[in-house]
């Protein structure tokens, strides 16, 4: 009897310390997260704000982790066709997605889009926050935001600002500040914001809202004049310039916000290990080094936060889109 039951006691054992290897391998699992190649990726085209925000991010991943993290580029659709690879890749934590603010306004003014931006993916953490300049053409006589209100006023249907793409931020910015400041800026959009500067330097289009990356070379010749920041307190990347808000349109801000996401039936555990790995990157000298050059700040978040901040941007446009009865049309 006591012969068999060590005998039993001993098989009981080498079951336990066998099982443990299958129990760490169990999908969901973080432990020896990551054990192959993270596939970062990228909905915009190489060299954009989003593409080079990626790279930094990925850069410091692969050296904390010791695996590679390959950025991808899935350009198309405004976006949605790399976010919903994203949403249908298989949802082992290998798969994750920078998504910016243009995401959010897609999905509250596109109902065919193939995913559903919060119940098909879930967030990880938002990795900064950017601000855009409003700027303009010399040709128009103005040098401050009241400025641009009354001589817009004045000359209905006579001013033209430039964007992207129909449906992107920086249309939606514009739009925003046509109706908080009670004017109507003809929109233009272009191909993509390399197209925007060009048309704004030859005067195609009088009036833009982009980056200061973008703008800020054009600015010490005078070829552009930068008017005011869309953010809710000055920059210390541009202090000398006011708030759209200080300036004469109360309430107005916009974030061109970046972030992470993965598939929302990948599990919480390797959620919170990407979310830790990816917050830490973002404290590095370095990557807030780079990430001021054009004007963004790295901010990381939790899970819920980035959720809740996804969430507030849909309501904010598509109350936008309803309260100026926008009619968009591509």
Not at 245 to 273: C, F, H, M, N
């Amino acid at each position: 009897m006591h012969y068999l039951k060590v005998t039993v006691r001993a098989a009981a054992l080498a079951c336990a310390v066998a099982a443990q290897p299958l129990a760490a391998a169990q999908p969901g699992s973080a432990q020896g997260y990551p054990s192959k190649p993270i596939r970062f990726i990228v909905p915009f085209a190489p060299g954009a704000g989003t593409d080079t925000t990626a790279r930094t991010i990925a850069l410091k991943l692969s050296e904390a982790w010791g695996q590679q993290v390959v950025v991808d580029n899935r350009t198309g659709a405004a976006g949605a066709i790399g976010v919903d690879l994203t949403a249908k890749a298989i949802p082992d934590g290998y798969t994750i997605c920078l998504i910016s603010a243009s995401h959010s306004v897609n999905s509250a003014v596109n109902p065919k889009l193939p995913y559903d931006l919060v119940k098909d993916l879930a967030a990880i953490s938002q990795a900064s926050s950017l601000f855009y300049v409003v700027y303009h053409n010399p040709s128009i006589p103005v040098k401050s935001i009241k400025e641009l209100v009354a001589y817009a006023k004045s000359n209905p249907g006579k001013l033209h600002f430039g964007s992207s793409g129909t449906g992107g931020l920086q249309h939606f910015a514009g739009e925003m500040f046509n109706y908080m400041a009670g004017i109507k800026l003809v929109h233009v959009p272009y191909k993509g914001t390399a197209a925007v500067i060009p048309a704004r330097l030859a005067g195609d289009v009088q009036v833009g809202f982009g980056t200061l990356f973008g703008v800020r070379p054009h600015l010490p010749s005078g070829r552009l004049r930068a008017l005011a920041v869309t953010t809710g307190k000055r920059t210390p990347a541009a202090p000398e310039l006011p708030t759209v808000t200080e300036a004469g349109v109360p309430g107005y801000e916009v974030d061109q916000w970046y972030g992470v996401l993965t598939s929302a039936k990948v599990s919480a555990p390797i959620i919170r290990k990407l979310n830790a790995a990816i917050n830490e990157a973002l404290k590095s000298p370095d990557v807030v080094k780079r990430f001021s050059a054009d004007g963004s700040t790295p901010t990381g978040s939790t899970p819920e936060q980035f959720n809740a901040h996804i969430r507030s941007e849909i309501a904010k446009w598509r109350k936008l889109v309803t309260e100026a009865k926008l009619e968009l049309q591509q």
